[in-house]
DNA sequence: ATATTAAAGACTCTTAATGTCTGTAATTTG
DNA sequence: CAAATTACAGACATTAAGAGTCTTTAATAT
């Protein structure tokens, strides 16, 4: 059991996005060197994060994505949760209701949800940009 | 990302391993027919319990397996680890060391972990022999 | 000896993730 | 208006992992 590669590229992508002064738009190109990836392959990870609200995306000459308006607290878990869709990590499909198993696995998964929900990229992004200086 | 059906076998196995009066032996049909598996997969499950050290397997006519004898106290993390290995959910192939990103989902993943490691099966046993009741 | 059982390995099938390629629509620039 | 740039959508191919089956071998009890 893994996190997909696209949940790290969205991850990095994010944060990168959030350092961008002045919420300016930044092409596929730009974010795709940098990981060094096909425009293409993260064009399909950056849509599903529009869809989701994250960010915004412009079409057009100078066009680009940015940081949605609306959306100033973004999670870890917003980003994994618009990556990876939102099921449970863990379903019994041997019995049909109050698993006791399954009831554990659930717990454990939502103390994961909590950290990660009560983690803002936007304190990742300064952390990265003052150790940077 | 979704844990493996295997882990979800392992688990009831293990539960209702826990509720053999004296710990006698089940065999693989047994344990295969109670979750509608069939026993030749359910066998490369129980093998992996058996070399985690969680359960004892004697081969042979009246043969079976059965808790171990060194390990009373079995967690729901024990029996992860030992069908999930034990590699991390996430991590980071673009930065080499010291990730801020992965920093986060590793200390997320530790959270989740520590519930798994806090829970014991013998708990779970118990209450489901009593709810059965 | 024979029946029973675990163990190991080769093998197939399915599914999901990864990634590429092509074409289309929208927007800016000249 | 024309051309360049960019996001978007969908079809397609590739790869990797999980799920599951089958066959053979080794060990144990009766």
């Known amino acids: 059991m893994r996190y ?3 949940t790290n590229y969205a991850l990095h992508t994010m944060v990168h996005l959030m350092l961008k002064p002045g919420g300016s738009s930044v092409g596929v190109q730009e974010l795709a060197e940098m990981q060094h990836l096909s425009p293409t392959y ?10 989701a609200g994250l960010i915004e995306s412009t079409p057009g000459a100078k066009g680009g994505y940015k940081i949605s308006r609306t959306k ?4 870890f878990l917003d980003v994994i949760h618009a990556i990876e869709g939102e099921t449970s990590l863990f379903d019994c499909s041997i019995h049909h209701e109050g698993c006791l198993i399954e009831n554990v696995m659930r717990q454990a998964e939502e103390n994961m949800k909590d950290e990660l929900a009560s983690k803002l990229l936007i304190d990742i992004a300064k952390e ?5 200086k």
Chains 1, 2 share one sequence.
Do not use: D, R, Y
């Open 4 to 6: 997909s590669n696209a």
């Open 72 to 75: 100033h607290e973004i999670s």
């Open 128 to 132: 990265a940009e003052s150790n940077q």
């Open 42 to 51: 993260l064009s399909k990870v950056l849509t599903k994060l529009a869809k």
